[in-house]
């Protein structure tokens, strides 16, 4: 069993490493919510005071924070505050499971690779749903030596685990991925919303489509209109999910890749100003498939 220092108890996070700590590992956690890291406590992990006391000797380090600049910041340091891997021994792992930019996993891990510190990026897919269920998907950028070194820990909290390529490539994948997410919510939304202004059922509708040609991932897990399906973000108020803020910073990430390769993504940069404008109009902190609230009619 490992000594897992495990950093950023999120929405995501406080699953995972709960699944961790369930599989018998021991998973020393830090937040700077305490509310947090009591429910990790509370299924079998430990709790530390600071990151620097979580990854006392650690074997493993695992962080789940929300940006590029978080990430930095937590491992180099900014300023006067030294940066975490100086207190990371030599020959730990890191899998960092934060979705950033490809360049800040770069330039982590070739800090963290200079102190003899394997370094993997593991951005997650599946929802909150899936990290509790123990079933995300990993996108792993990195070395194969490392990702079989991680691979026993990520089994315990996914059932997909697919190696991208080197260092970075798992962010890359990821904001793929998201950019695809963010555009299907919103078509997905659209329509639902086109039947529901014309008098279908929502449930019906959804039904419909997704036993047909427009089937996707929102309309079979996580659909975005209350009451539809039981386990979904809508039907909670739009709470406890995948934030309208991530998604815009996902979104905000894809476009800057593809500025930096020239490539063209319309649809994908039309996703990011109708989130933008939805977190301007005060949706930022509800779920991402509250993006249906900027689409229904009115009155």
Known sequence: ??????????????????????????????????????????????????????????????????????????????????????GIAKGALIIDSSTIAAATSQKVAKAAQALGIGFIDAPVSGGTGGAIAGSLTF???????????????????????????????????????????????????????????????????????????????ALEVYNPFPGVQDASAATRGYTGGFGTDLMLKDLGLAQESAMTVKASTPLGGMARQLYAAHSIAGHGGEDFSSVIKMLQKKG
């Open 139 to 217: 996108m792993v950028g990195g070395s194969a030596a490392d990702l079989e070194r991680a691979r026993p820990l990520l089994e315990k909290m996914g059932k997909n685990i697919f190696h991208a390529g080197d260092v970075g490539a798992g962010q890359t994948a990821k904001i793929c991925n998201n950019m695809l997410l963010g555009i299907l919510m919103i078509g997905t939304s659209e329509a639902i919303a086109l039947g529901v202004a014309n008098g279908l059922d929502p449930k019906v509708l959804s039904e419909i489509m997704r036993r047909s040609s427009g089937g996707n991932w």
């Open 1 to 86: 069993m490992a000594n897992i220092a495990f950093i950023g108890l999120g929405n995501m996070g406080a699953p995972m490493a709960i699944n961790l700590a369930k599989a018998g590992h021991q998973v020393r956690a830090f937040d700077l919510s305490r509310e947090a890291v009591a429910k990790v406590v509370a299924e079998g992990g430990s709790a530390a005071t600071s990151a620097q006391e979580a990854v006392e000797g650690a074997e493993v380090v695992v962080s789940m924070l929300p940006a590029s600049q978080h990430v930095e910041g937590l491992f180099l340091g900014n300023g006067s505050q030294a940066g975490l891997l100086q």
